[in-house]
């Protein structure tokens, strides 16, 4: 089966989250085929973790629908929890517990978890199993949540600013882990062109809550006339993606 012709894994349709002031996200629809790794870029503010966390059911859309799998994250909330990892920008654990026993407790969750030593191994925290949640360095805290988001081997995986103050050796070793997963779906939000270039096969760039374009990083480049994904994403967006959609 090609990527072409795999069913959909995630199907948004006109997500639309509404704040009292501002419309964060404003009519976005997103289609992934399982096992593609899809990209989600865009400035800051530009409505990308408001969209991953509606579509993760951590938060409810004002509007549109989404389906996982063809379940519903809030309906069907038990069975998506079972196909579905996610890792987003600040991690939420107990800081008192020891990397260990968060994989422990992360595993309990799961019928098939990967074993917690593979788990540690794989984001190079062997070492650190002991050590106290709130006593890892932030790039620590960061790779151990990684780990938590892919623990219970899911078949749907959203990441969100995956290496975002990793140093460059962890980002590699990162990246070479989601290359891994062959067989998963994975969502990737990002500001690094050089991480959805490498890993994305489709980017959607999002600006002001609406998607402006969508397509691999290479057709991006043609739309735009652009030699990097960086360029493409200035022509088609008008910003710079280290931009901040706040201060304009
Ligand atoms: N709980 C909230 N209440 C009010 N406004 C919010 C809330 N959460 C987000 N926003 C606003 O919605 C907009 C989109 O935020 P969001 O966090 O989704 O953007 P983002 O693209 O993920 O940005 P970043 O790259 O900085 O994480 C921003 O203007 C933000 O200030």
């Known amino acids: 089966m090609t990527q072409q012709t795999a069913p959909l894994a995630i199907d948004a349709q006109h997500l639309v989250k509404r704040y009292r002031q501002k419309t964060a ?5 997103l289609q992934v085929r399982a096992g593609e790794t899809f990209g989600i870029l865009g400035t800051n503010g530009a409505g990308k973790t408001t969209t991953v966390e509606m579509i993760a059911g951590l938060r409810r859309p004002s509007e549109g629908t989404v389906r996982i799998l063809g379940l519903d994250p809030f309906t069907d909330r038990a069975q998506v929890r079972q196909i579905l990892g996610v890792q987003l920008q600040e991690a939420y654990l107990h800081g008192s517990l020891s990397c260990w026993e968060l994989v422990e407790l992360y595993r309990s969750f799961y019928p098939d978890p990967l074993d917690a030593q593979t788990a540690l191994a794989m984001v190079e925290l062997t070492e ?14 960061q790779r151990l949540s990684i780990a938590l988001a892919l623990i219970g081997r899911p078949e749907v995986v959203i990441l969100d600013e995956l290496t975002t103050g990793l140093d460059p050796k962890a980002r590699r070793r990162v990246w070479s882990t989601i290359e891994s997963l062959t067989e998963q779906t994975v969502i990737l939000v990002s500001h690094a062109m050089d991480e959805v270039e490498r890993l ?11 998607v402006i374009a969508q397509g691999s990083p290479e057709h991006l480049k043609e739309q735009a006339a652009a030699v990097t994904l960086e360029d493409a994403f200035v022509a088609l967006t008008g910003k710079d993606i280290h931009d901040d959609e706040e201060d304009d």
């Open 200 to 210: 994305c096969g489709r980017v959607a760039l999002i600006d002001q809550g609406r």
């Open 25 to 29: 996200v404003d009519g976005i629809s």
């Open 128 to 141: 650190k199993a002991k050590t106290r949640f709130d006593d890892l360095s932030g790039g620590q805290m």
